[in-house]
T-cell receptor, first 115, second 113 residues
Framework: TQTVSQSDAHVTVFEGDSVELRCNYS??????LSWYIQHHGHGLQFLLK??????VVQGVNGFEAEFSKSDSSFHLRKASVHWSDSAVYFC?????????????FGHGTILRVHP | DPKIIQKPKYLVAVTGSEKILICEQY?????MYWYRQSAKKPLEFMFS???????DNQTASSRFQPQSSKKNHLDLQITALKPDDSATYFC????????????FGKGTRLTVV
């Protein structure tokens, strides 16, 4: 069974600040880790994913995430946020294999960026 | 220009009734999914279909029945509706079931009164 924990329900920053959204997971096998963003009233949009190789992966709009096997983490970061980054961010895991599109999500972190 | 179309956007239903949520994707994908997002639970996987065949079903109730009349359609029929079924239902798709990049529709918000 896969579980995903996003410890921060809300994060508030100012425009231009850096931000880190935390994600921890548990799963015994080979997995994909990904981040999705959901703007109010919209469906989720894919940001980035990790499976293997370089533990730091780059995504769209300046987002990156770093995988740590020792910490079972996949934290999302952005060096300088914009007000339009305000949204809900979901971390997700899926088992590598034939049904990788079956995602298990965390509860989400609401990011609020003040202008 | 939405590539995954869900209809209707909002839906109010009476307890005990039956509704069908429509989903069409124009991405040429072979795998389609339904997810549910409610106030009480995180976004949760319901079904996955690949080439119009059911791959996985994580819903406990047979009241939820996906219907795939065409490769790019995956409707969701819900019978004997209950207030606890109130949620936003998201249709999604991916190139193949082994792809982790999943594309989501805008959702159908269902309220059962």
């Amino acid at each position: 069974t896969q579980t995903v924990s996003q410890s921060d329900a809300h994060v508030t920053v100012f425009e231009g600040d850096s931000v880190e959204l935390r994600c921890n997971y548990s799963y015994g096998g080979s997995i994909y880790l990904s981040w999705y963003i959901q703007h109010h009233g919209h469906g989720l949009q894919f940001l980035l994913k990790y499976y293997s190789g370089n533990p730091v992966v780059q995504g769209v709009n300046g987002f990156e995430a770093e995988f740590s096997k020792s910490d079972s983490s996949f934290h999302l970061r952005k060096a300088s946020v914009h007000w339009s980054d305000s949204a809900v961010y979901f971390c997700a895991v899926s088992a590598a294999g034939a049904n990788t599109g079956k995602l298990t999500f965390g509860h989400g972190t609401i990011l609020r960026v003040h202008p | 220009d939405p590539k995954i179309i869900q209809k209707p956007k909002y839906l109010v239903a009476v307890t005990g009734s039956e509704k069908i949520l429509i989903c069409e994707q124009y991405l040429g994908h072979n795998a389609m999914y339904w997810y549910r997002q409610s106030a009480k639970k995180p976004l949760e996987f319901m079904f996955s279909y690949s080439y119009q065949k059911l791959m996985d079903n994580q819903t406990a109730s047979s009241r939820f029945q996906p219907q795939s009349s065409k490769k790019n359609h995956l409707d969701l029929q819900i019978t004997a509706l209950k207030p606890d079924d109130s949620a936003t239902y998201f249709c999604a798709s991916s190139q193949d079931p082994g792809f982790t990049e999943v594309f989501f529709g805008k959702g159908t918000r269902l309220t059962v009164v």
